[in-house]
């Protein structure tokens, strides 16, 4: 077994990722719709987290600490958690990234698993997705305790979403909840059309979205590739939460004037015009679909840095628990 364990400090310095120029987008479709800023909504909250976590540091109390698993060297795993461990750095959080070879047996990587269980000084635990194809997802997810699955894919934390219990939502729907919150949109009685039924977004936003909660209470459709007139479909949703990983699939004809857009999707696409030789595309095609919109997520800067935020508060709760204040 070869692994490495590194513990960061508030001081480690990660590359910034480009930014979106959001005012310069916003002016752009200024009379048509309004940007969901998702930089500046998590930003936010981890100055939110940061006072708190300040606060617990005066008061002699333990500080959250987040335990990130990395098995491999996978580009876009690195950058994902490169970015939860610099949103751990930025707040005052304690994390530890431990990075495993890509071919560590699933026995071991499970083993490694129990012990951050077994360790009190751990309230949060992520594996980062996906796993080498020798391993199972679900073995992995099914063996991280579900008072330290931050991420919210444990079945114990999904049954509870689902009963409307409280829990650990899965960072990305919660944070797309969030951002709703943080601008008032309103879901009560609306028709959301959610495209994509994946464990980590579709189904738990379909659910989240028809709960009787204030970011809830829309009658819900969940399309998927054997949806039929799919178009028709989405053209009936007051708000689109798009999630199938497919480029510029939605495009103007698929969405309704006066629709609140959620695009989900991040792929990198061939582009020679970039230095980097690619582009990141959403799942909608944003310079059609902006237009018609009164709300829209842009991508990158939407509901990445979000799912981000949603993380970093289930970790406070985790450790919150763990202190004696009971929040989940």
């Given at each position: 077994m070869s692994f490495q364990i590194k513990y960061i400090s508030r001081a480690a310095i990660f590359?910034?990722?480009?930014?979106?120029?959001?005012?310069?987008?916003?002016?752009?479709?200024?009379?048509?719709?309004?940007?969901?800023?998702?930089?500046?909504?998590?930003?936010?909250?981890?100055?939110?987290?940061?006072?708190?976590?300040?606060?617990?540091?005066?008061?002699?109390?333990?500080?959250?600490?987040?335990?990130?698993?990395?098995?491999?060297?996978?580009?876009?795993?690195?950058?994902?958690?490169?970015?939860?461990?610099?949103?751990?750095?930025?707040?005052?959080?304690?994390?530890?990234?431990?990075?495993?070879?890509?071919?560590?047996?699933?026995?071991?990587?499970?083993?490694?698993?129990?012990?951050?269980?077994?360790?009190?000084?751990?309230?949060?635990?992520?594996?980062?997705?996906?796993?080498?194809?020798?391993?199972?997802?679900?073995?992995?997810?099914?063996?991280?305790?579900?008072?330290?699955?931050?991420?919210?894919?444990?079945?114990?934390?999904?049954?509870?979403?689902?009963?409307?219990?409280?829990?650990?939502?899965?960072?990305?729907?919660?944070?797309?909840?969030?951002?709703?919150?943080?601008?008032?949109?309103?879901?009560?009685?609306?028709?959301?059309?959610?495209v994509g039924r994946s464990n980590i977004v579709g189904r738990p936003m379909s659910i989240l979205l028809s709960s009787n909660t204030p970011t809830g209470n829309c009658t819900v459709t969940i399309c998927h590739s054997h949806t039929h007139n799919l178009a028709e479909i989405c053209r009936q949703g007051d708000i689109i939460v798009a999630a199938l990983g497919k480029p510029e699939f939605v495009r103007a004809d698929m969405v309704k004037e006066g629709a609140v857009v959620i695009d989900v999707g991040i792929t990198r696409v061939p582009d020679s015009t970039k230095k980097s030789g690619f582009a990141l595309k959403g799942d909608v095609k944003f310079d059609e679909v902006a237009p018609r919109c009164s709300y829209i997520t842009p991508v990158p800067g939407g509901v990445g840095p979000m799912t981000i935020a949603a993380l970093m508060k289930n970790t406070f709760l985790a450790c919150e628990e763990r202190n004696g204040v009971t929040l989940i």
């Open positions: 590359k910034q990722p480009p930014i979106p120029d959001i005012l310069s987008i916003t002016r752009c479709y200024l009379c048509a719709m309004e940007l969901l800023d998702g930089q500046l909504v998590s930003r936010t909250i981890k100055e939110g987290l940061r006072l708190k976590v300040a606060q617990l540091t005066a008061e002699g109390k333990k500080v959250p600490h987040l335990a990130a698993v990395l098995v491999g060297n996978n580009g876009a795993s690195e950058t994902y958690v490169g970015a939860k461990v610099k949103a751990c750095a930025e707040i005052g959080f304690k994390s530890t990234l431990l990075r495993l070879e890509d071919n560590i047996s699933e026995n071991k990587l499970l083993n490694i698993i129990e012990d951050l269980n077994d360790d009190p000084d751990v309230d949060g635990i992520l594996v980062q997705l996906p796993l080498p194809k020798h391993i199972s997802d679900e073995k992995v997810i099914n063996t991280i305790h579900p008072s330290k699955d931050v991420d919210g894919f444990h079945p114990v934390n999904v049954g509870k979403m689902v009963q409307g219990l409280p829990t650990f939502i899965s960072a990305t729907p919660h944070g797309i909840l969030l951002m709703l919150e943080h601008y008032k949109i309103n879901t009560k009685g609306k028709h959301a059309v959610v």
